[in-house]
């Protein structure tokens, strides 16, 4: 068999060890090639690269970021899709109990178990977690910019992004009814967990054929604080001004800007479009998890 890792040296604290010789060990009997990324999208080189030479599995070990760039690439592939998470939040990970202990990250693999998920499309870029639109972009923006993967700095980062957002008109078109809002959160999720054990949509499936969208209205200082402690309590579906739903597919346009800041799957973008077009993509990446 042969495997293909894909690693962020960088990924989480930076401080993990994951080498080839380490890796050889585990699979004495496989053909193993490793390579390590090294800025923002070089995984995605890396993975197309790697499905020239038509490897089993390709596994990528880094944080939600970097899942996302090697999965995309393996959508609608018959290759298999394995995770070694080392990252911060590691949430596309906890939902498919996929340990960040490597032995049995490791074991997950070795044991050649399947599980095939839907994957979400937002323009053209994929997302298997979830993308957000609203202050959860802001706060992705300022969090990378501190450099610290760590909860505080992921707090830290909410604490700027909530004295600063200013909610932006959107129109979210859906099953023929359009709807307009101000969204403090625009969040559509694939999965049931965001990273760092926090989940905006607890009742997400990976495989149920459909994304939660989660729609927030803009909100003054006392209902933010309320909304923080729902989160917290993950019953986000209880708090009076949002809403939620089923979708297999949505527009979603901002009428008064030129680009739209985005997180995907953790990760901060700015599309050079105000439109948004997001559809699912059912049974569409398998992934080694027990």
Sequence with gaps: ??????????????????????????FLEDRVEVEFSEYKKHAILLTQEAILKNPDIIVACGG????????????????KLGIIPIGSGNGLASNLKISC????????I???KTVTIDVGKANDHYF??????????LIIKKYEATKKRTLSGYIN?????????KAPKAIVSCDGNA???????LFISNSNQM??????????????????????PKLNLFKKLLFGYFVLAKKTEEFSTSKQQLVRNLNIEFPDKIFTDIQIDGEFYNLKTNKIAVSILPNALEILAL
């Design 1 to 26: 068999m042969y495997i293909h890792f894909i690693i962020n040296p960088i990924s989480g604290t930076g401080k993990h060890e994951i080498t080839k010789e380490i890796l050889q060990e585990f």
């Design 64 to 79: 939600d970021g970097t899942i996302n760039e090697v999965a995309s690439c393996l959508v609608g592939t018959k290759i």
């Design 101 to 108: 202990i490597l032995e049995e990250a490791i074991r997950s």
């Design 110 to 112: 070795k044991a050649g």
């Design 128 to 137: 298997f977690s979830n993308i957000g639109l609203g202050i959860d972009a």
């Design 157 to 165: 980062a909410s604490l700027q992004a909530s004295s600063q957002f």
């Design 179 to 185: 709807t307009e809002i101000d969204p403090f959160l």
């Design 195 to 216: 990273g760092y054990g926090f989940s905006l949509t607890p009742k997400a499936k990976l495989s149920d054929g459909f994304l939660n969208l989660l729609c927030v």
